[in-house]
């Protein structure tokens, strides 16, 4: 088992531009959660799915930001015209049963609008 | 207010010393983990502990649900324990983290 999968490492993009971040969640896992991280707001939720479905979006900044899980084995979380307030570490997260166990992060992508 | 409070925010150690986290967290949080994560690295779950006490190794964490609080007991703590040590609570799904805190411990 290789863990949750984050796809890129690192991203640099321009302001304005679009940024698209993979998650590969643990095969099995039922709940998939959108983290960032940055020094100054800590970890803050984006948004969660449950058996591929949108359940909260909540944290996510509702202009720019959307997410998606078209199948089991990968969601996306698409920034548009990227700020550099966007730039973070976005984790990614899975749980074997709705998100009420233990959380299983990728390593994040480093997300860096010039 | 915060669901997760934690402190101290930061804290040096020398090595072989040991360590007490806290955290306190709101009545919504529930449900307590704490995770670690090495500068740069992703987040490891050390401990489910929604309440009572477990070990695993060096480590300890005891959750007293009742007083809405929860420690991790570091002993005799190593160079390769520094890092930020993660609260988090879950509020019905949403797991919410404290702020952290950033452990050194010099050789």
């Known amino acids: 088992n290789a863990g949750v999968i984050q796809t890129p490492r690192h991203k640099v993009t321009g302001k304005g531009q679009e940024a698209t971040l993979w998650c590969e969640p643990i095969?099995?896992?039922?709940?998939v959660f959108w983290y960032r991280q940055t020094i100054v707001q800590g970890l803050e939720f984006l948004t969660y799915?449950?058996?591929?479905?949108?359940?909260?979006d909540s944290g996510m900044p509702k202009e720019r930001f959307s997410a998606q899980m078209p199948n089991q084995s990968h969601s996306t979380l698409k920034i548009q015209s990227t700020q550099p307030q966007d730039s973070a570490v976005y984790l990614c997260?899975?749980?074997?049963?709705?998100?009420?166990?233990?959380?299983?992060f990728g390593s994040g992508t480093r997300l860096t609008v010039l | 207010g915060q669901q997760v409070q934690q402190s101290p925010a930061s804290l040096v150690l020398q090595e072989g010393e040991n360590a007490e986290l806290q955290c306190n967290f709101s009545?919504?949080?529930?449900?307590l983990q704490w995770f670690y994560q090495h500068p740069g690295g992703r987040l490891v779950s050390l401990f489910y502990?929604?309440?009572g006490t477990k070990h695993t190794g060096r480590l300890t964490s005891t959750t007293v649900t009742n007083e809405r609080r929860s420690s991790l007991h570091i002993s005799s703590s190593q160079t390769t324990d520094s890092g930020t040590y993660f609260c988090?609570?879950?509020?019905?799904?949403?797991?919410?983290f404290g702020k952290g805190t950033h452990l050194h411990v010099l050789p």
């Open positions: 009545s919504t949080a529930t449900r």
């Open positions: 997260a899975s749980s074997s049963h709705w998100g009420t166990e233990t959380l299983y």
């Open positions: 502990n929604p309440s």
């Open positions: 988090a609570g879950t509020n019905a799904y949403k797991v919410i």
């Open positions: 095969s099995g896992h039922s709940a």
């Open positions: 799915f449950r058996n591929q479905a949108p359940i909260d």
